[in-house]
């Protein structure tokens, strides 16, 4: 079932042409010549010329075959509604996204996000089939995100050939118009071209003439002239004029929008039947009209026979192309509606807003009715409603825009509004924003007497402290929560609180009780937006019993967050990565990791699993032996945190980074990035750091010592570690515990280096032991080859056996060799085959570009999985991406997805292509 859309669906639905349209064929011609030349057309005059009624007949002139967006521009404009819309207006195509177009918005949020859309939406435009295509936006002027023209100028600048943009607006866009206008790109169409000339408005005078009135030519030509003379050609006004009749011609003077006020309170409301009157006041508040909405909010039972009398009389509304009749008020005349009721009748006006939110899908709509009622508890009580699933769909910036329109005063006194706000700083790891709104929450909360919502915000506010450095404080915090006695959607949070608190402060045996615990809590209120505010689980990974915790983890977000791709999905399979790695079965790891890489990439690469997916990267292809791509994966995420990410992050989480790439430099023989990734984490030492955490630049240091073949110095320096250290990222303490086992054998201090081993290889492993896989096949094959004569259990040494050749088969298994990217010292040569250098994957990558005719490597159909082939056939028998879903009991989502890598292995930009790659090889 797809999610109703979080904007009216009327915005996207272009106006039809009303009854006794005049037609305007000198500027319906230029009109349609320009939108099928020129990249970008562009309508620009005041209100009342007619810009949205030229281009609702041009709509009707296009050539058969020819694609249309339409999205009208709401109030305050800002870019994810704006995406939201495009994307909608763009889906009865069946574009090829390689990116979902519900995750654009989140993309746009990163650094240099706006890019990486412009690049999406262009490719997908590049994949339509069809010989001319058009976006329309009508009334840009209601833009107010910078962003959005930023976009636009983006996409228009990079537009395929066959696409055009059309845009409406009553003031001059902020695009490089005097460039395209040098570069003949843009067709303009100013007020002057859109003036009714004589014959239009004498064409107009003569349809205006009631049924069976026989004027003469000579009158109707000089009335035409007088209007034409007092009204200069603008729509409105001889609308208004020959609307209101005789009385409103016979001004002296030419009209304005003040005389259309004036002439609006005195021809036309006050010589309406009372009930018309009323009904047209208490609509005003709503953007469109619908019999059954209208009837809805102003209590009205005749909303419908009201509305055709309203059509009748032509009062400035337009018809547009919904599925069922709705209409819209020309913005001139709703404004002067809305200030006449709100002047009149003030207590109503706020009712009718009110009642206007109930209902409504959109949203950013939905709370501005209440805002601009002063209804602020209503408004908050809708965002504390709908927010959640808004963070968990990657809305954290539109909640942000939203509770910016709540001023200071009502921050004092709802400190909900406070926790919302906490909660968006989540997704971009913002944790010095995050401990400020959870601080001021915590204080509102405790005035107020909410002690369960005060003990919320502290756990969040705990858990930024600890982000911060300031883990005494976040302990304390913590220890006072962990006594209460909440509901479940408290507790969760309180117990992933405790948990993290175990991981920092290097306490292993709590960190797995806790996560069991958060874990019981969440399954008992199966919310996707709860569960989405316990990120970060590849903090508790590696600690003692924490590998079976993430599979069970990663087993529940699936049966929460459903099929369709979400950062709560691509965070299963991120945890069931982590639970097969811990256990070292490398291939199963890798497989779930290509299962998240698909919502990773889906979704727009969200910073929320950013850190899980470029780590897991690095170490897997590191194990693999993929040099190349292990280092990418690693110097994208170090990139991005120096570069993107808040301060607070940074201080914090940059050292995992560098921690992280040094442990895959190891596991290649990259002695070079060791000694770089061993500078870098000296560089950025500062008493901040988690005390779990300290240890890693002993490990660092050990790992460059023992590559170098300097045994002594990489033993002392593993000697410096303690229990804490069990608790780092993806159980560090376990590959050290395996390396320092090597090294003492090394040294010949067998029964030392047995007893260190020992441990390790006791039980089935299941569990986070076999991660000893990540000290390398090499440190495997020395540790087997030693004549360990009875130190070892068989068992032992057969549970060494199995993780070498789940290694050494990792390794042959490569899609790509090897290669070295610095040379390796005699202690972990042996265990890299030289090969020659292989392509370079990124491990977050964009929007795939259009392949180029000619590219190398020919496609062929071995490249496609046996779902993508059924897929291909399905599509070039010319079933819609529904009609797929059905056919093999797929979601739509999962469709897309499957189409979008069918055409990137192929190499073609659209469904037809692909279809004609299928059909010329017989199929």
């Given at each position: ?11 996207i639905?272009p106006?039809?042409?009303p ?6 064929p ?6 349609l010549e320009a ?11 005041a209100?009342?010329?007619g ?13 058969p075959?020819?694609?249309?967006a ?14 939201a819309?495009l ?11 390689r ?23 262009v490719n ?5 089939d069809c ?6 936006l ?18 228009i ?8 943009v059309?845009?409406?607006?009553r ?15 843009l ?8 003036q ?16 069976g ?6 009158e ?5 002239r ?42 036309v ?6 009930r ?5 006041l ?10 059954e ?19 009748r009389?032509?009062l ?14 020309h ?5 002067f ?18 009642s206007?939110a109930?209902d ?7 709370v ?73 929450a915590?204080a509102g909360?405790a005035?107020a ?7 919320l ?6 858990a ?19 006594r ?17 608190d ?13 996560g069991?615990?958060?874990?019981a809590a ?9 569960w989405?505010q316990c990120?970060?689980?590849?903090m ?12 069970r ?6 049966q ?15 945890a ?9 079965r490398?291939?199963?790891?890798a ?29 897997l ?11 990418a ?21 940059e ?9 895959a430099?190891?596991l290649?023989?990259?002695v070079?990035?060791?000694?770089e ?10 008493p ?5 955490g300290?240890?890693?630049?002993a ?10 073949d ?31 086992a090597?090294?003492l ?6 029964d030392?280096?047995?007893?260190r ?17 990540l ?12 004549p360990w004569?009875?130190r070892?259990a ?27 990217a ?50 291909l056939a ?12 059905r056919?093999?009991?797929?979601s ?18 659209s ?6 790659w299928?059909?010329?090889r017989?199929?």
């Amino acid at each position: 079932m797809m999610a109703a859309p979080a904007f009216a669906v009327t915005r996207i639905q272009p106006p039809r042409r009303p009854p006794g349209w005049v037609a305007r064929p000198r500027l319906q011609q230029r009109l349609l010549e320009a939108v099928q030349q020129q990249p970008v057309t562009l309508l620009c005059a005041a209100a009342g010329y007619g810009k949205t009624a030229a281009l609702a007949q041009l709509i009707h002139e296009l050539p058969p075959g020819t694609a249309l967006a339409w999205v009208d521009a709401d109030e305050d404009e800002q870019l994810p509604t704006f995406l939201a819309c495009l994307c909608a207006a763009l889906a009865s195509l069946q574009l090829p996204w390689r990116v979902a177009p519900d995750a654009l918005a989140t993309l746009a949020l990163a650094d240099r996000g706006l890019r990486e859309v412009a690049s999406t939406l262009v490719n997908a435009l590049a994949g339509a089939d069809c010989p001319r295509g058009l976006i329309v936006l009508d009334d840009g002027h209601r833009i107010v995100d910078a962003r959005v023209f930023e976009l636009l100028q983006m996409l228009i600048e990079r537009l395929p050939a066959q696409w055009g943009v059309v845009l409406a607006s009553r003031t001059e866009p902020p695009l490089a118009l005097a460039r395209w206008r040098a570069a003949d790109r843009l067709a303009e169409f100013r007020q002057a071209d859109l003036q009714f000339d004589a014959g239009e408005v004498q064409a107009l005078v003569q349809a205006a003439q009631p049924a069976g009135a026989a004027a003469a030519a000579a009158e109707l030509a000089d009335q035409a002239r007088q209007l034409l003379q007092r009204t200069q050609g603008w729509a409105a006004g001889l609308r208004l004029s020959l609307s209101v009749g005789r009385q409103a011609t016979q001004a002296g003077e030419r009209l304005t929008q003040r005389h259309l006020f004036d002439f609006l309170a005195t021809e036309v409301l006050a010589e309406m039947p009372p009930r018309l009157r009323e009904f047209l006041l208490r609509s005003a508040v709503l953007p469109e009209l619908t019999a059954e909405r209208c009837a809805r909010v102003t209590g009205m039972a005749d909303a419908a026979e009201l509305l055709d009398e309203v059509d009748r009389r032509g009062l400035f509304v337009s018809v547009l192309a919904a599925e069922q009749p709705t209409w819209r008020l020309h913005d001139l005349f709703r404004d002067f509606l809305e200030d006449r009721l709100r002047r009149e009748q003030p207590a109503q006006w706020q009712d009718l807003l009110r009642s206007a939110a109930q209902d409504e899908p959109d949203l950013a709509r939905a709370v501005g009715y209440l805002q601009r009622a002063g209804a602020w508890e209503a408004a908050l009580g809708v965002l504390a409603q709908r927010g959640l699933a808004l963070l968990a769909t990657g809305g954290a910036s539109s909640l942000l825009q939203m509770l910016a329109q709540f001023p200071p005063e009502q921050y004092a006194r709802l400190p909900d509004l406070w926790l919302l706000r906490g909660l968006c700083a989540w997704p971009g790891y913002d944790f010095d924003q995050l401990r400020h709104c959870m601080h001021q929450a915590v204080a509102g909360y405790a005035e107020a007497g909410r002690e369960r919502d005060a003990a919320l915000a502290s756990a969040h506010l705990s858990a930024a402290l600890q982000h911060m450095g300031r883990f005494e404080e976040g302990t304390r915090i913590l220890a006072r929560l962990g006594r209460l006695q909440l509901d479940d959607a408290a507790m969760a949070f309180i117990h992933y609180g405790e948990a993290c608190d175990a991981v920092v402060c290097g306490r292993p045996a709590d960190v797995a009780a806790n996560g069991a615990r958060m874990l019981a809590a969440l399954q008992r209120v199966p919310e996707p937006g709860l569960w989405q505010q316990c990120p970060l689980q590849v903090m508790m990974v590696g600690a003692p019993g924490t590998a079976a915790h993430s599979l069970r983890y990663g087993d529940a977000i699936l049966q929460v967050a459903g099929h369709a791709p979400s950062p709560l999905r691509a965070g299963a399979w991120h945890a069931r990565c982590w639970a097969a790695l811990l256990a070292g079965r490398i291939d199963e790891a890798a497989s779930a990791l290509a299962r998240a890489d698909e919502d990773f990439r889906w979704l727009g690469s969200p910073r929320m699993i950013q850190t899980d997916n470029g780590m897991l990267h690095g170490l897997l292809q590191a194990l693999r032996g993929e040099a190349l791509a292990s280092r990418a994966a690693g110097e994208a995420l170090i990139e991005d945190i120096r570069r993107a990410a808040s301060a607070s992050f940074r201080r914090v989480h940059e050292p995992a980074m560098l921690f992280n790439q040094a442990r895959a430099a190891w596991l290649l023989g990259d002695v070079a990035l060791l000694r770089e990734m061993d500078a870098a984490m000296r560089a950025v030492r500062h008493p901040a750091e988690w005390p779990s955490g300290v240890g890693a630049h002993a490990m660092v240091a050990a790992m460059l010592a023992l590559a170098e073949d300097r045994i002594a110095d990489g033993l002392q320096q593993l000697a410096l570690l303690d229990a804490r250290f069990d608790c780092y990222f993806l159980c560090a303490g376990v590959q050290a515990a395996t390396l320092h086992a090597w090294a003492l054998a090394r040294s010949g201090r067998l029964d030392e280096a047995a007893a260190r081993l020992q441990p390790l290889l006791q039980g089935p492993g299941d569990d986070e032991r076999g991660a000893a896989v990540l000290a390398g096949v090499q440190v495997l094959d020395d540790l087997r080859a030693q004549p360990w004569q009875g130190r070892l259990a068989p068992p032992a040494l057969a549970r060494l056996d199995e993780l070498l050749s789940r290694a050494r088969r990792a390794r042959a298994g490569a899609a790509h060799p090897a290669h070295l990217a610095g040379s390796a010292a005699p202690a972990l040569a042996a265990s890299v085959a030289p090969a020659a250098a292989e392509p370079v994957e990124s491990p977050t990558p964009g929007p795939a570009a259009v392949a180029a005719p000619g590219a190398a490597r020919p496609p062929a159909l071995e490249q496609l999985t046996p779902r993508e082939a059924q897929i291909l056939a399905l599509l070039a028998a010319g079933d819609s991406n529904k009609l797929i879903a059905r056919a093999l009991n797929l979601s739509v989502h999962t469709v897309k997805q499957h189409v979008a890598s069918v055409l990137g292995k192929l190499g073609v930009a659209s469904r037809g292509q692909a279809a004609a790659w299928w059909h010329a090889r017989g199929k």
